[in-house]
Structure formats: C-alpha cells, structure tokens
C-alpha cells in the first residue's frame, strides 16, 4: 500500500495538519502530496508549471479535493480532471465542508467518485480519514495507470 501517493488539494492549513495527522494517526504512511490551490493542483497533476520537470511517477492513487479554493474552485479542477483522456479516471473524492445540495450535485455531474462532508468533530474527521485511506488505497482496485 506505501507505493500509491495520495493527493490533498486543500487550502486550509489546518485541515492539512489535520488530514496528515489523521492519516499518521491509523498508519496509513502513504505519500501525500499536497496542493494548495485549483490551478497548483492541475499544474502537478499534469506537470506543467513549477511541476513541469518533475519526475513522471503517473498519477496519484486517490485525489482528495476541496471545493472552496483559490484562484481555480474544485469544480473547475474536476472538469478539467475529466475532459482531458490521461486523467478521465483518475479517482476524484470531493472532501469539503461545504453543504449546499448544489456542489453535491455538481460534483457528481463532473464526475466525482465519492462526495464527503468533513466532519467537524476531531474523532469522527479521524475515523472518516481512516475509512477514506484503506477504501481507496487497500480495497479499491483502481483504473489502470496512464501515463
């Protein structure tokens, strides 16, 4: 399970510190790459930008993506995720806080494989993120790696 990556695009540092010690937390020592914003995260994904040379490693296992983030919304990088064929099936996970009824149904037009609300109590965000880390990384059979 220790060679898939996975991806936290995530604005808030908070929930980054939270997120990482959660995964800490219940062994899960995977690599966790972390984006901070819309456009940072499809510059990775795509290696283009600050991420143009680095290492062609494929693609993370799982991506988790926040919503609300500056300069290019969670939305926007799930379409643009799902148009374009190297990344059509890579596996999106909406992690936000948000609760408006229409970023769930948009998420799930786009293409977003799972849709979470975080929890706001610190133990059931650590049970979420542990459920979350052996769903995707251990059970999951995910789709075959494009490169």
């Known amino acids: 399970m220790s060679n898939k990556s996975i991806m936290l695009v ?5 929930d980054v510190e939270l997120t990482l010690r959660a995964f800490r937390g219940n062994n899960i020592l995977n690599e966790v790459i972390v984006t ?12 283009r930008g600050k991420y ?3 290492e062609d ?7 988790l993506l ?3 983030l500056p300069r290019l919304s969670g939305l926007e990088v799930l379409k643009a995720v799902r148009s374009d064929p190297r ?9 936000t806080s948000s609760k408006e009824e229409s970023d769930l149904i948009q998420s799930y037009a786009l293409g977003a494989n799972s849709y979470i609300r975080k929890p706001v109590d610190f133990n059931e965000f650590i049970e979420a993120v542990r459920q979350l880390g052996l769903y995707w990384l251990l059970l999951n059979e995910g789709p075959p790696k494009h490169r």
Not at 10 to 14: F, L, P, R, S
Not at 87 to 95: C, I, S, Y
């Open 87 to 95: 990344t059509e099936l890579l596996p999106v996970v909406v992690l």
């Open 10 to 14: 995530e604005d808030n540092a908070d």
């Open 52 to 54: 143009a040379d680095r």
């Open 36 to 47: 901070r914003d819309g456009v940072e995260a499809l510059d990775y994904i795509f290696r």
């Open 57 to 63: 490693t494929g693609l993370p296992e799982v991506v």
């Open 66 to 68: 926040d919503l609300k």
